[in-house]
């Protein structure tokens, strides 16, 4: 079975997006945290994205390499971003490009398949998308790089849950700004 992990850039409140999908508040992250996301993405066989992360997403990584004034680490992200397999859950879209295919159907019963599958590490990313695979256990694991910020409303990065749910600490690190990594694992 494929390990599926669930992570994002998230408020110390414990939002990915203030109010208006405002995500100002990351602004750009150091060259160390960065550089850990590379690796990370680096690591996916495949990624799972709901539609408003997918238009993030898409309407930078697919040239980012091409952005005046880019990184090493950011050249490499484009590629690895471009040369990762996608799959987009979404109602309302049409298409998508870059390597990726549309499912507008019931994305629980596509991630559950998907996870039966042989194969490497999956990620999830969004945050309707990811409280549906986390509302029926589908995630792994947990990431969060919580920066130190109060945004007081917005887009949680967990949703409500009909009961709790124990999770075991696997990795914590600190980069530069103040930024706190965490990663958790779900207790099986």
Do not use: C, H
């Given at each position: 079975?494929?390990?599926?992990s669930?992570?994002?850039n998230?408020t110390?409140?414990?939002?990915?997006a203030a109010?208006?999908?405002?995500?100002?508040?990351?602004?750009?992250?150091?060259?160390e945290?960065?550089q850990?996301w590379?690796?990370?993405e680096?690591?996916?066989t495949?990624?799972?994205?709901?539609?408003?992360?997918?238009?993030t997403?898409?309407?930078?990584?697919p040239?980012g390499?091409?952005q005046?004034?880019?990184?090493a680490?950011?050249?490499?992200?484009a590629?690895?971003?471009?040369?990762?397999?996608?799959v987009?859950f979404s109602?309302?879209?049409?298409t998508v490009?870059?390597?990726?295919?549309l499912?507008?159907?019931?994305a629980?019963e596509?991630?559950?398949?998907?996870k039966?599958?042989?194969?490497?590490p999956?990620?999830?990313?969004?945050?309707?998308?990811?409280?549906?695979?986390?509302r029926?256990?589908?995630?792994?694991?947990?990431?969060?790089?919580t920066?130190?910020?109060?945004?007081?409303?917005?887009?949680?990065f967990f949703?409500?849950?009909?009961?709790w749910?124990d999770?075991?600490?696997?990795?914590?690190?600190?980069?530069?700004?103040g930024v706190?990594?965490?990663?958790?694992e779900?207790r099986?």
């Open positions: 079975m494929r390990k599926l669930y992570g994002m998230v110390l409140d414990g939002y990915i109010p208006g999908d405002d995500i100002g508040w990351s602004g750009p992250p150091s060259e945290l960065f850990w590379l690796e990370t680096r690591a996916n495949l990624s799972l994205y709901g539609r408003k992360l997918w238009e997403m898409s309407s930078y990584w040239t390499d091409q005046p004034g880019a990184t680490a950011e050249i490499e992200f590629r690895v971003w471009r040369d990762t397999p996608k987009v109602s309302t879209l049409g490009g870059w390597n990726s295919r499912v507008a159907g019931d629980v596509e991630i559950t398949r998907l039966a599958e042989e194969g490497g999956m990620s999830i990313g969004g945050a309707t998308l990811a409280a549906a695979a986390l029926v256990g589908l995630i792994d694991e947990y990431v969060l790089a920066y130190p910020v109060l945004v007081g409303a917005g887009t949680p949703t409500a849950l009909d009961s749910m999770l075991d600490l696997v990795e914590s690190r600190t980069f530069p700004g706190v990594l965490t990663r958790y779900a099986r």
